[in-house]
Structure formats: structure tokens, C-alpha cells
């Protein structure tokens, strides 16, 4: 079981107010994404669950029960670091045993599930090296076999694959996401990156300055963003968002079209391209609207168009987003 | 324009580093040569060199003359008891310094160093009379206790440089995997503080093995330490500049040899944390 409920939760340093009061609700086995700019306060809701931080005020359930002032030891979370943070005087079978010996578990016990561990995790040939003589993934790999090892009621990632180069941070994505189906145990990974929170999440937490501005599933916020924050961040490339006439005639104080949702060769826009991206697949162009600004729009990757070519381009009419005044979501 | 580093400048700078070396060392180097000369060829002028009159007398005369193996006992005692107390107070100052800083840790580190920027002679006689009256005047315990403390800010400094030095994270993962206080300490902090703990406990042997004002000023016979020893011989037969070299060299020899075997550890303790 790992089911964790945030009630009121705040935490101040001094007079920084850095969580101002979150509600949430993680159900047992989902994977869930902590995602928001950085400073946002992901980081440290992450580690006021794990404990790490005491929190100012609210009260955090694990399974059901008060946890708020558990210390870490005893909530029954793993947890994974930024910096993986082995230790390193220790081998990887040590390392990985660790939390076993801690909780008191026989030699032979503690050796069944190390090995079992490195199996699932490929590590078994290098269970006699210290960390300092592994590579970034496969350190990462060891302080995520820590974590299996204990099962716990929960796993917490800290940014866990932002020291890795893009090709293995793509392949441990994909491991971790896998790991979670076999052993469908609750995960809340923590990312400023919102392509690791739309691959990865089954519902993505959208922070930002401490506050959760939308709790939804990948698809969710990508097709209904609350508000202009969210908008602006769910997508890649990110959202046009246009204020001013054009807005007016929606009736909206912004609006926002995705890069994807833009027809190029005919419609009601034109502009001049800035800069033509060909990544074979697709083609993203930068085009200096005028009055509109300057937009992200995703033409197919045949197209030919280059720098400084003019072209005539419009939104997809059921695409468009209103945002109110307030930045809300209109529809 | 990047600084090609010639063979010329090569030479030149390790003929400098040798003239400063040796400049360092001369005096040491003078009185291991002056302990082998008659008294007569120690004291002539212009100094003797090469035919000075060589002889082992002076060593076999400080020997006859004094009780060395006590000094030496008490010298060993006084620098190790001072350092290992030293340490047992020092590493949970320094652990709570460096892992749980308050608003004032940095005033208190400062302050704390600020304490060896006074004379020692500032409190001679307060500690004199202390000493007097707790009957702690010419004791092992008293002098470890006096050494102890004079060396404290240094060991506490050292110690703090090197914990500050392991990530935080690593004892937050030792914590998250169920570690308690006790355990943290013992599997995680401990081993990964071993090479700092060593190098500080090596110089402050050194340091203390060296003291000569509190050492002297404290004692008299019994818990009298090699620096005593040293200037038994200085004061009351006058110029016999052979015998006192003699003596000096037989108090710094052990030192110069655990020196010279640690001296990896050493400068590693004295650099660590000047280039990261």
C-alpha cells in the first residue's frame, strides 16, 4: 500500500512562504509527477513527504495514518537523488543491502533480494565496485536498486535523471516507467522537465510558486489547461499565446494555440519565417507575426520553407484556448 | 595567450622551491651536525664545516646526564591523550557545526580561532595558580588537559573543513533508508570522515609533541615532556651549544621520523580544502 494524502501542508523558511497550503491526494500504485519551473517548491513538497523537512503547518497521512512527524526512517519511503548520493566507501552489494541491514534483516535474506535486485536492475556483474568506479547510469541504476530493495510504501525521486547525458536520461525514463508496471508501487518523481512528466505521470502536479495550479493526467492538461501558466508550460514546444485584437475577437483577454494545431498555406495570419528547424519529421518555424508576435508553428517535415520566406498560416478553429482576465481557462 | 610551462622555467622554479627548502631546513640541519662536534669546535668562529672535530660524546654525556626514556614517556603520553581528548570533543562540535549550522555557527568558529590569536603568556599566571590549587601543576592529566585546550579551535576547525566537505545528501539517503542517529554516525559518517579524522589527529600530535611554553611552565619532573628536556640542557651549564643540540636532536627525532612517513596524510590535511 502507498497511498499519501496532503492536507494544508505549508512550510516557511523564516518569512519565505515557500508551500503557502497544498491539498493532494496520491493514490496506492499511481505514478505521480511533481512538475513546475524551477524555485517552484517541487523539491521541497517532495522532501516534507519524505520527511527530510519538517513541515510548518497541515498534516501528511501515509496509508491512512498521520505521518506528519514521523522521521524519515519510519515512513517506510525510498527515496532517489539528484546526485543518487551512494555511499561511497561502501561496494554496490553493500550499498544496495544497506536499508536491510538497517532494518535488521538476516545476511542470507539481505543476499536473496540484493541479487534478486541486480538482476532486475542489470548490475549483477558489478556488485563488487564502489560507486566512484560506475558510470552516471548505472550509479543511478544502483541507487535505484537501494530503493526496490526495502519495498517501500512508496518511491521518491528528486530529479533523478537530470546528471545524465539526453540518450541515457531517454533510456532510464523508460526503465523507471517500466520498473513501475512490474511493481506497481506508488511513485512521486519530482522533474522541471515536462516531457519526463508527460511520459512518465499518470497524473502530473502542476507547481508553481508553491502553489498547485492543476492536478490532472498527461492529457488532461494538455488539452484542458486551466489557466495560462499551465497552458505555457504542458507542451513542447510550448503554446502561442496571444493577447490583444486577435484575443478580443474570441472574446478573450488571451488566447493560446499549440505549435502542432497551426495549418500552414492558407488561414487568416500571415508572417514572415525567422527560423525553420527541419528535424526530419516535422519542420518548426519561428514566424515574426507582426501585430500577433512572434509564433512556434509545426509544419510537416516535406514542407520548404526557409528563412525569410512569407507565409500565410491559422489556427485550427477547435483548437484555440480562451483565457479570461484572470488567466482562467474560459471553456 | 596560454603560459607555455618551458624547461627553462621548469629549472628555475624547482631551484627556488630547493633554495627555500633548504633555507626552511638549515637550522634543523645545523643542529644535527653541531651535536656531532666537540664542544670546543661548536662554539668556534668562523663556524667549522668540514674539519670540525667529529664526535658521538655529546649523545653518550646527554644520555649518562639525564633520564631521556622518561621525558620521552611523557612526551608521548601528553601529545596523544591531548589529541585523542581533543577529538572525542571536538567531532561532535565540529558534526553539529558543519550538519546543523545555526544563525551563529560561523561567529562561534571565528571566535573560537580567535582564542589562539592571544599571547599565551596573557594568562600565565591565572593558569599557573589554577593549576596550583586544583593539584594539577607537573601531572599528565593536567598537561593534556592544557595542551587539550590550547589546540581545540584547531582540531574543531580542521574537523568542520572536512565534514563540511560531505554532501548532505548522502546522510538524508541514510536516513530514508532507515538509519537511525547512532547508525548514520557509525556506517556512513565515520568511514567517509576516516581521512580527515587521521590527518587532523597527525598534526595535532605534532603540535602538541612541539609545545614548549605550557609544557615547561607546568611541570617540573615528574610529567616533564622532551621540551623540558631540551631546556634542562640550555640553562643551567651555560654555553654547551654540542650537548644542547644533542638533546634538541634526540626530542625532535621521533617526530621528524612519524612526520616523514605520514607526511602524504599531513599535506592533504594542511591543503585539503584550498583547491575543490
Known amino acids: 500500500m502507498g497511498q499519501i494524502t496532503l492536507k494544508q501542508v505549508r512550510k516557511s523558511f523564516g518569512d519565505v512562504h515557500v508551500i503557502p497550503g497544498v491539498d493532494l491526494d496520491i493514490l496506492d500504485g499511481e505514478f505521480v509527477v511533481f512538475v513546475g519551473p524551477s524555485g517552484c517548491g517541487k523539491s521541497t513538497l517532495l522532501r516534507l513527504i519524505a520527511g527530510l523537512e519538517d513541515t510548518t503547518s497541515g498534516i501528511i497521512a501515509i496509508d491512512g495514518k498521520d505521518a506528519t512527524s514521523l522521521p524519515p526512517a519510519k515512513r517506510g519511503l525510498a527515496m532517489v537523488f539528484q546526485s543518487y548520493a551512494l555511499y561511497p566507501h561502501m561496494t ?69 535523471l537530470s546528471n545524465l547525458d539526453a ?20 511513485m512521486v518523481y519530482v522533474t522541471h522537465d515536462q516531457v519526463e512528466a508527460m511520459t512518465m505521470a499518470d497524473k502530473i502536479v502542476v507547481l508553481n510558486a508553491g502553489r498547485v495550479e492543476q492536478v490532472g493526467s498527461p492529457l488532461e492538461l494538455y488539452n484542458r489547461p486551466v489557466n495560462t501558466f499551465v ?35 492558407s488561414g487568416p495570419w500571415s508572417g514572415t519565417v525567422m527560423l525553420a528547424e527541419h528535424l526530419g519529421s516535422d519542420t518548426f518555424l519561428k514566424v515574426n507575426a507582426g501585430d500577433l508576435g512572434i509564433l512556434t508553428v509545426r509544419a510537416p517535415g516535406e514542407v520548404h520553407v526557409g528563412y525569410g520566406d512569407h507565409i500565410q498560416f491559422g489556427p485550427q478553429a477547435s483548437k484555440i484556448h480562451r483565457f479570461g482576465p484572470d488567466g482562467k481557462n474560459m471553456s | 595567450m596560454a603560459r607555455a610551462v618551458t624547461t ?16 626552511i631546513f638549515f637550522p634543523v640541519f645545523w643542529t644535527i651536525l653541531t651535536s656531532f662536534k666537540t664542544e670546543a669546535s661548536a662554539v668556534a668562529s668562523p663556524p667549522e664545516f668540514l674539519g670540525a672535530d667529529w664526535t658521538l660524546e655529546n649523545y653518550a654525556d646527554v644520555w649518562a646526564r639525564s633520564d631521556y626514556p622518561r621525558f620521552f614517556w611523557n612526551s608521548v603520553v601528553i601529545s596523544i591523550g591531548s589529541t585523542l581528548l581533543g577529538l572525542a570533543i571536538a567531532i561532535p562540535a565540529a558534526w553539529s557545526m558543519a550538519f546543523v549550522p545555526g544563525k551563529r555557527t560561523k561567529d ?12 599565551a603568556v596573557g594568562v600565565l599566571i591565572p593558569m599557573y595558580l589554577l593549576f596550583q590549587w586544583t593539584g594539577l601543576f607537573d601531572t599528565h592529566i593536567g598537561l593534556i588537559l592544557a595542551l587539550m585546550l590550547m589546540n581545540l579551535p584547531i582540531i574543531v576547525w580542521m574537523l568542520y573543513t572536512y565534514f563540511k566537505e560531505i554532501p548532505g545528501e548522502i546522510l538524508e539517503a541514510a536516513r530514508m533508508d532507515g538509519a537511525s542517529l547512532r547508525n548514520e ?10 581521512p580527515g579524522i587521521a590527518s587532523t589527529m597527525l598534526l595535532n600530535i605534532i603540535l602538541a609533541w612541539n609545545e614548549a611554553f605550557w609544557t615547561i611552565t607546568l611541570t617540573t619532573i615528574n610529567a616533564a615532556p622532551l621540551s623540558a628536556f631540551i631546556a634542562s640542557f640550555s640553562a643551567p651549564q651555560g654555553l654547551f651549544y654540542a650537548k644542547l643540540s644533542a ?7 621521533p617526530i621528524l621520523i612519524v612526520g616523514w612517513f605520514s607526511q602524504k596524510q599531513l599535506v592533504r590535511g594542511l591543503t585539503f580544502g584550498a583547491v575543490k
Do not use: C
Not at chain 1, 520498473?179 to 508501487?185: A, D, E, F, N, V
Open chain 1, 92 to 160: 554496490v552489494r553493500k550499498n544496495i543491502s544497506f536499508p536491510l541491514k538497517m532494518a535488521g534483516m538476516s545476511e542470507a535474506e539481505q543476499a536473496a533480494k540484493v541479487e534478486r535486485a541486480a538482476k532486475v536492475l542489470n548490475l549483477s556483474s558489478y556488485l563488487d565496485r564502489k560507486p566512484g568506479q560506475l558510470s552516471g547510469g548505472q550509479r543511478q541504476r544502483v541507487a535505484i536498486g537501494r530503493a526496490i530493495v526495502r519495498e517501500p510504501a512508496a518511491f521518491l525521486f528528486d530529479e533523478p
Open chain 2, 8 to 23: 627553462q622555467r621548469k629549472i628555475v622554479y624547482t631551484a627556488a622551491a630547493w633554495a627555500v627548502g633548504l633555507l
Open chain 2, 247 to 253: 638533546a634538541s636532536t634526540m626530542a625532535i627525532m
Open chain 1, 231 to 265: 497552458a505555457g508550460f504542458i507542451g513542447s514546444p510550448k503554446m502561442n499565446l496571444m493577447e490583444g485584437a486577435e484575443a478580443a475577437k474570441h472574446g478573450a483577454k488571451t488566447i493560446g494555440v499549440r505549435p502542432e494545431h497551426v495549418e500552414v498555406g
Open chain 2, 108 to 119: 562561534l568558529l571565528m571566535w573560537m580561532l580567535s582564542t589562539k590569536m592571544m599571547p
Open chain 2, 185 to 194: 554516525i557509525i556506517y556512513v559518517l565515520t568511514p567517509m570522515a576516516i
Open chain 1, 167 to 186: 540518450a541515457l536520461r531517454v533510456g532510464m525514463r523508460q526503465e523507471i516507467t517500466e520498473l513501475h508496471q512490474q511493481l506497481k508501487t506508488t
